[in-house]
Structures are given as structure tokens and as C-alpha cells.
């Protein structure tokens, strides 16, 4: 497969899920607009090694949270590379908290990060996926959009929410040669899992070793976490030619976790 000639904008991709999905579409000769927070020179050096594969790769720094950030770097996007084919929306945070101790800053981030950005940058490039009568909108949600898990309200909402969003992008679109899709995963090891082990340690009372082997991998019949690059090579999958009837759809890839 090749992606020569074609452009994404990959939110959320300075680390973890989002920068395997932005390699993974730069090896294939796809312009990548990569986005999300970080060291300046970290982000520099990422940049400059999707560069190496003969693309135009840039960065922006809109934060996901904020409407008129997102559509700043939807029209840079569009500008430098005359449009955006692929649109992969992957930015996402986490908090763990019971309901009622939840932070209503909390819960307004997550729902902005985690669902709403997703509609802004979907608005903003579906006008010239409809042009060209191709595009790609691949939607991170999680195992957490099929099931829930406690201290988790705003992620679980969120996840549900993009998966009822990705669906009516799918009906929306289906003639127009654009396919919507998400990818659950389960755990998967990166910064954000990392993070979250503190506060379920503390509010389930459990040791490091404990939430990794109890809570996290316990809901994984496989035992094992799934990996970046995997969740990137079915994002691949879902930009080629043989994926074009798959839309609307919700992929697992959670070890077995929502068979459950
Ligand atoms: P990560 O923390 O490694 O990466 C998150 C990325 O989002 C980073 O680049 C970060 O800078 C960026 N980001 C955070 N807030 C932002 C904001 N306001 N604006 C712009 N960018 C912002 O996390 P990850 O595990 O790679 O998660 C990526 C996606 O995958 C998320 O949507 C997450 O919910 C989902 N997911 C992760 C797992 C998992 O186990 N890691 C499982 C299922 C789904």
C-alpha cells in the first residue's frame, strides 16, 4: 500500500498511540501534521524523523480543548497540504475518581479532549474529503466505548460518545467515498496507562504490582497489553483500498477484554 500523495492530520501524536499512527502513515508516504504537547526539541526530533521518510510532516500545538486552536490547525493542515485526506482523532486524557469527588474542570477537559475535538476537526475537513470523493476518519475511542469501568465517568462517557459519533459520521458520509471508524483498544503501554496507576492505586487501595496484574491486565484474557504498533497497523488497514466497505464500525483490539 501506498499513501504517496495523501495528507493526515493525527491528533494528539507527540507520544503513545497518535506518534505510532503518524509513523506508520509517514512510512507509507503519507504528509503528516502531528500534534499534541511536549518538549520542543523531543517534538522536533519526531518531526524531523517522519520527515526522513520523503514527507512533509509539520507540528501544531492546538490544544484539543479549545475550538478556535482546532480550527487554526485544521485550515494550516489544508493549507500546506491542499487538504486533508486522513484524519486520525487520538488525542485523549484520562482522570480516576469517584463520581462524586470527580473535579468538574476534569470532567470538562475530558469530554472537550476526549470527544468534542473530534467533531471540530471532523467539521473542519469533511468539506475537502468530499471534494476529492475520498477520506479517511479513524476515531481512537477505547475498550471503554463498549464497557465501563469504575472511577472512570467522563472517559467512559466520552468513549461512548465518540462511538455514537463515528457511527453518524459513517451514515453521513457513506456515499461520498469517506469511511468512519474506531479502534478500541484495550490497555495499551503507554505514558497515558503509566499515569493513571497512581490514582487507582489510591483509590482502589491497591499496590503498583496490584493494578498492573488485577485491574489492568485482569480485564485482558490475553494477559497481555496491546501495543502501539499494532493499534497502528490497523489504523494502516482502515486507510487501504481493501478497508473501503469497512464504516461505522467499532474495532476491538482488546485481548478478548469486551468478549468477555
Ligand atoms: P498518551 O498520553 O501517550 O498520548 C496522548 C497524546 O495526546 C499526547 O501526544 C498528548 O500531548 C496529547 N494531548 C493531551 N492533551 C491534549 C490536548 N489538550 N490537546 C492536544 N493534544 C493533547 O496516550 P495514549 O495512550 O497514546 O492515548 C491516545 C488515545 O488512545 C487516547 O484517546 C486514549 O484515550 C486512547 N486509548 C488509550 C489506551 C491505553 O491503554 N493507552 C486504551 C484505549 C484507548
Redesign the pocket.
Known amino acids: 500500500m501506498t499513501l504517496k500523495g495523501k495528507s493526515a492530520v493525527v ?9 505510532a499512527i503518524a509513523r506508520a502513515l509517514a512510512g507509507q508516504g503519507c504528509n503528516v501534521m502531528i ?4 518538549d520542543p526539541g523531543a517534538i522536533e526530533t519526531e518531526r524531523a524523523a517522519l520527515a526522513a521518510h520523503g514527507v512533509d510532516a509539520r507540528h501544531h500545538g ?4 479549545k475550538p478556535a486552536e482546532i480550527a487554526a490547525m485544521m485550515a494550516e493542515a489544508a493549507a500546506a497540504f491542499g487538504n486533508v485526506d486522513i484524519l486520525v482523532n ?5 482522570f480516576v475518581s469517584p463520581v462524586e469527588d470527580f473535579p468538574l474542570e476534569k470532567w470538562d ?1 475530558i469530554l472537550a ?2 470527544l468534542s ?1 473530534a467533531f471540530h476537526t471532523s467539521r473542519a475537513a469533511i468539506p475537502g474529503m468530499k471534494a476529492q470523493r475520498w477520506g479517511r476518519i479513524i476515531n ?5 466505548s463498549l464497557v465501563a469501568s469504575p472511577f472512570k465517568s467522563a ?1 467512559v462517557a466520552a ?1 461512548h460518545g465518540i462511538a455514537g459519533l463515528t457511527k453518524t459520521l459513517a451514515l453521513e458520509l457513506a456515499r461520498h467515498g469517506i469511511t468512519a471508524n474506531c479502534i ?10 503509566e ?1 493513571q496507576i497512581p490514582d487507582t492505586m489510591a483509590a482502589r487501595g491497591l499496590t503498583r504490582e496490584q493494578v498492573i496484574g488485577d485491574v489492568l491486565l485482569a480485564a485482558q484474557p490475553t494477559r497481555e ?2 501495543t ?1 504498533d499494532q493499534v497502528a497497523a490497523l489504523a494502516l488497514f482502515l486507510c487501504s483500498d481493501a478497508a473501503a466497505q469497512i464504516t461505522g464500525a467499532n474495532m476491538s483490539m482488546d485481548g478478548g477484554w469486551t468478549a468477555a
Open positions: 491528533t494528539g501524536s507527540t507520544s503513545g498511540i497518535g506518534l500534534n499534541g504537547f511536549g492546538a490544544d484539543m480543548s487520538n488525542a485523549g486524557i484520562q477537559a479532549i476526549n475535538s481512537t475511542a477505547s475498550a471503554h472517559y468513549k478500541s483498544p484495550g490497555y495499551v503501554w503507554s505514558p497515558l496507562v499515569k497489553f496491546v502501539v
